[in-house]
């Protein structure tokens, strides 16, 4: 059974940080690089960054330097470690495997709140 399943988020003040978490189901986590998308009201889900299973990491530019992703293969979950949170970043954040197709399942995300 597939399951994501995303924490962590929350209201916080610009500059601010966060730790978002994402609990996936085996058959996902194992076999594929993961990653934490957001989508924003109004705007299509963007990625944010990505990590493969071997921990090769990758980020949009407008996280760069402020978001680590990471993973604990053992435990089948991702990690997204986010510093200076921004007004910009508020948004719906989504993990999953990447690249998702169309039809993939997705989890109901968790809130990211930044005021200014």
């Known amino acids: 059974q597939v399951q994501l399943v995303e924490s962590g988020g929350g209201l916080v003040q610009a500059g601010g940080s966060l730790r978002l978490s994402c609990a996936a189901s085996?058959?996902?986590?194992?076999?594929?690089?993961m990653g934490w998308y957001r989508q924003a009201p109004g705007k299509q889900r963007e990625l944010v960054a990505r990590?493969?299973?071997?921990?090769?990491?990758n980020y949009a530019d407008s996280v760069k330097g402020r978001f680590t992703i990471s993973r604990d293969n053992a435990k089948n979950t991702v990690y997204l470690q986010m510093h200076s949170l921004k007004p910009e970043d508020t948004a719906v954040y989504y993990c999953?495997?990447?690249?998702?197709?169309?039809?993939?399942?997705w989890g109901q995300g968790t809130q990211v709140t930044v005021s200014s």
């Open positions: 990590i493969t299973s071997g921990g090769i990491a």
């Open positions: 999953n495997k990447h690249p998702t197709y169309y039809g993939d399942y």
């Open positions: 085996r058959s996902i986590f194992s076999i594929n690089a």
